[in-house]
């Protein structure tokens, strides 16, 4: 991600780090790293349970169109930090 944000000269940049069932969304601004909470995608069953799956575990679709737009990953609002994800973070 250090990397990547060098390459680009600028701005936040946005990774994921996963087993597969479990996510964590990161993000690198130049200066901190952050990352979020574990959450999970999957469940037994979850082919024959679309709605559930929507409903509780579509968070990875959020968090991935969050930082495609660029929306950030955190924010700073008066020292505290507010994470754009907030159900995969638990804020």
Known sequence: M????????QGMVYG???TGADW?????DGTNFR?????HTMFDGMQADK???MKNYSILIECMLFAL????LVQEN???FI?????????
């Open 2 to 9: 250090k990397d990547m944000r060098e390459y680009n000269g």
């Open 16 to 18: 994921f780090v996963t």
């Open 24 to 28: 964590r969304m990161l993000s690198y």
């Open 35 to 39: 990352m979020s909470h574990k959450f």
């Open 51 to 53: 709605i559930q799956w």
């Open 69 to 72: 737009r660029n929306g950030g």
């Open 78 to 80: 008066k020292g505290k």
């Open 83 to 91: 994470f754009g994800c907030s159900r995969a973070v638990g804020s």
